[in-house]
């Protein structure tokens, strides 16, 4: 098929289908996790294996699989068919996305149940390989495995809550303790106390009293992940009006999280503000979510709560990595593949991120290393609007940022990073600046913001985006005048525009400015 203008969709040697790739990081070969709950089963192809896995296909069936089991010891006959005719589509559609690796993980309810072997002979006939039938405690590393490669520098619990159980383990950095399994799963629960959630709480109370898990939370961070509690978390997002609805890093502290349980658990759940938010499939457990995450909390005393997006599919994924993979930033790792997909220059972005840290120090700006971190990954996203319309770029660049599915960054710092471009192109006095990232973020991040925007604007009236000069370009303080010298080959880069960004930029910090050439 050829295009006409375009000389390479022209060439005979391209066609669409390959061209269309182009939006993926060459050479990428999905990867597919399919995760076999008690309450859900689920599809995720992801564009390949990496640092910061980006999933291009999410499916997900509730079919109840856990339902029932705790009382009859069965998986019920409904939910099986409704589970298998889900995973024949799932095969249909790994086959025709190209899928070459692909793991099926198999939780609590087909772990638990007596006709769970008949159950996985059909599962293994359907996706062509063995289900990995996880333990508790496998399924809690796991679980802890996602929070630990989307996290920077976890320290606290995680707790994985399914249709059937509960995992906890404790988490330090990259290392975890020991991992427990609880029969706390929303189903189960319902199952178990017949449908009262006052019942169910007491069942989760005694079951939590001797947890030594929850024993090591005090004063550190309760990390929740599964279905229901992100639908937790979602119903309090719309409940409060959350400006950035991005559930990944959302925290609650913990007071509000109490009294958010009780009022899950106490109001009629169809009623409650923000259900809108929740569909309908998941609202029943939300109660029963509530009820587990209440106790969780009494007992273990953690200063706040943080819902994760990762958690058993990509702990999996980060598992089979190479050990100097699993090191890398993850959210460095996607702002340079965000770089190569959408930059005009990879080369220029990296050249920027490195003048930054020259001019950052020669000018005495005072950073966190968790503005640094934030600083250089702003510059390889720098560019990642250039398509757009310049009326526009600014504002576009910055809901795709905020939005966008990065790991290992929390809420303000997804401000930042969005402000920081939105000062890059829309200038520097922020009248037009969403109040939402306002609310996200606290001057002194808005203050770095705008002081990365700005010199961002310098470098672009420097050099206009293009490598192999801002190398060149030095910028140094005596006795509080900020001079930037321009090298004599370079000498035509001095105009108007770059006495002006210059002049604002080094305003910001209370210097004057002079450029010498």
Same mark, same amino acid.
């Given at each position: 098929m050829t295009l006409q203008g375009n000389s390479q969709i022209e060439s005979s040697d391209n066609n669409l289908d390959d061209l269309a790739m182009q939006g993926r990081i060459n050479g990428s070969v999905p990867v597919a996790v399919i995760d076999i709950g008690s309450n859900s089963v689920r599809l995720v192809m992801y564009e390949r294996e990496a640092r910061a896995p980006v999933p291009m296909y999410n499916e997900k069936h509730l079919c109840g699989l856990g339902r029932g089991v705790g009382v009859t010891g069965q998986l019920e006959e409904q939910a099986v068919e409704a589970a298998?005719?889900?995973?024949?589509?799932?095969?249909? $559609?790994?086959?025709?996305?190209?899928?070459?690796?692909?793991?099926v993980l198999a939780t609590a309810a087909a772990r638990d149940a007596s006709n769970g072997p008949d159950f996985l002979r059909q599962v293994e006939e359907i996706c062509g390989i063995a289900a990995l039938v996880l333990s508790g405690e496998d399924e809690a590393r796991k679980s802890a495995l996602g929070v630990v490669s989307a996290m920077l520098d976890?320290?606290? +619990? #995680?707790?994985?809550? *399914?249709?059937?159980?509960?995992?906890?383990?404790? +988490?330090?950095?990259?290392? $975890?303790?020991?991992?427990?399994?609880?029969?706390?799963?929303?189903l189960r629960l319902q199952d178990m106390s017949q449908g009262s959630v006052k019942q169910a709480q007491k069942l989760a109370k005694s079951e939590l009293e001797e947890s030594q898990q929850?024993?090591?939370?005090?004063?550190?961070?309760?990390?929740?992940?599964?279905?229901?509690?992100?639908a937790l978390g979602k119903l309090h997002m719309a409940s409060v009006g959350y400006p950035l609805h991005v559930?990944?890093?959302?925290?609650?502290?913990?007071?509000?999280?109490?009294?958010?349980?009780r009022q899950c658990m106490r109001d009629d759940i169809e009623n409650f503000s923000g259900i809108g938010a929740v569909s309908k499939a998941r609202r029943s457990l939300l109660p029963y979510g509530a009820a587990v995450l209440h106790e969780v909390i009494k007992k273990g005393k953690p200063k706040r709560i943080i819902?994760?997006?990762?958690?058993?599919?990509?702990?999996?994924?980060?598992? $089979?990595?190479?050990?100097?993979?699993?090191?890398?930033?993850?959210?460095?790792?996607?702002?340079?593949?965000?770089?190569?997909?959408?930059?005009?220059?990879?080369?220029?972005? /990296?050249?920027?991120?490195?003048?930054?840290?020259?001019v950052f120090a020669a000018l005495e700006i005072a950073?966190?290393?968790?503005?640094?971190?934030?600083?250089?990954?702003?510059?390889?996203? #720098?560019?990642?609007?250039?398509?757009? /319309?310049?009326?526009?770029? *600014?504002?576009?660049?910055?809901? #795709?940022?905020?939005?966008?599915?990065?790991?290992?960054?929390? &809420?303000?710092?997804?401000?930042?990073?969005?402000?920081?471009?939105y000062f890059r192109h829309e200038g520097l006095s922020g009248s037009k600046l969403s109040g939402r990232m306002r609310d996200v973020s606290n001057l002194h991040l808005r203050t770095m913001a705008q002081i990365t925007g700005a010199a961002q604007r310098l470098a672009h009236a420097a050099v206009g985006d293009l490598p192999g000069m801002l190398p060149d370009i030095d910028i140094r303080l005596a006795d509080d005048i900020a001079v930037l010298?321009?090298?004599? &080959?370079?000498?035509?880069?001095?105009?108007?525009?770059?006495?002006?960004?210059?002049?604002?930029?080094?305003? $910001?910090? *209370?210097?004057?400015?002079?450029? #010498?050439?």
């Open positions: 298998l005719a889900a995973l024949r589509r799932f095969r249909f $559609l790994m086959d025709h996305a190209g899928v070459k690796k692909k793991y976890p320290c606290g +619990v #995680v707790g994985d809550l *399914g249709g059937g159980s509960l995992e906890l383990i404790s +988490v330090e950095g990259s290392t $975890l303790g020991t991992g427990a399994t609880h029969p706390l799963g929303g929850l024993g090591s939370l005090e004063g550190k961070t309760f990390y929740a992940v599964g279905g229901t509690w992100r559930m990944h890093h959302y925290e609650i502290d913990v007071d509000e999280a109490l009294e958010f349980c819902f994760s997006s990762l958690g058993v599919r990509e702990g999996h994924l980060f598992e $089979l990595l190479p050990a100097e993979i699993q090191a890398e930033d993850p959210l460095i790792s996607a702002c340079e593949d965000l770089c190569i997909l959408r930059s005009r220059s990879p080369q220029y972005a /990296h050249e920027l991120a490195d003048w930054l840290d020259k950073e966190t290393a968790y503005e640094k971190r934030l600083r250089r990954a702003s510059c390889l996203l #720098v560019d990642m609007g250039w398509r757009a /319309h310049p009326d526009y770029r *600014g504002t576009q660049s910055l809901n #795709v940022i905020a939005h966008s599915t990065f790991i290992g960054i929390d &809420h303000p710092g997804r401000a930042y990073l969005a402000m920081s471009n010298t321009l090298p004599e &080959h370079l000498g035509m880069l001095q105009h108007g525009k770059l006495e002006r960004r210059f002049t604002s930029f080094v305003k $910001l910090l *209370g210097y004057d400015a002079k450029i #010498v050439c």
